[in-house]
């Protein structure tokens, strides 16, 4: 059976997509979630038990793997891993908005392939520079 397709056409329900997972399935459901006017579904995480259990850096190169594997637009990936998180789970966050509580990393120019990589500019928390943050 099609399974991504049962997946994605199921209603009422998020769909959790792993790194420490088949990220060719993940990359698969994906794609048939957005294609399908659902890209809300999927959420990103990294495979750690819950969701406050996240390896930010592992979720960097989710973003990026998955960005690469279904060429749907970077900032559609991002939402996965930010407000689709925050939709599954019933938390607030995960948008950039007014009265949103989100932080904010700015990073610095070209360098590497991946943006993720690149050295972090500034840091912004609560909608203000991070005054701890070492340059």
Known sequence: PDVVG???DADDCALGLTLA???QVAAQVARRAADGDRPW?????TGMPDDRGVMPAGL???IDVLGALTGL???LVVAMATGN???AFG???GLLGPGQPADVV????AGFTSPWLRRPAMTLVGGYPNSDEKR
């Open 6 to 8: 049962l997946l994605t």
């Open 41 to 45: 579904r999927p959420f990103l995480g």
């Open 106 to 109: 700015v990073l610095a120019g």
């Open 85 to 87: 998180v925050a939709r």
């Open 60 to 62: 960097a190169l989710f």
């Open 21 to 23: 997972g088949d990220v």
């Open 73 to 75: 637009d970077p900032g």
């Open 91 to 93: 938390q607030p966050g």
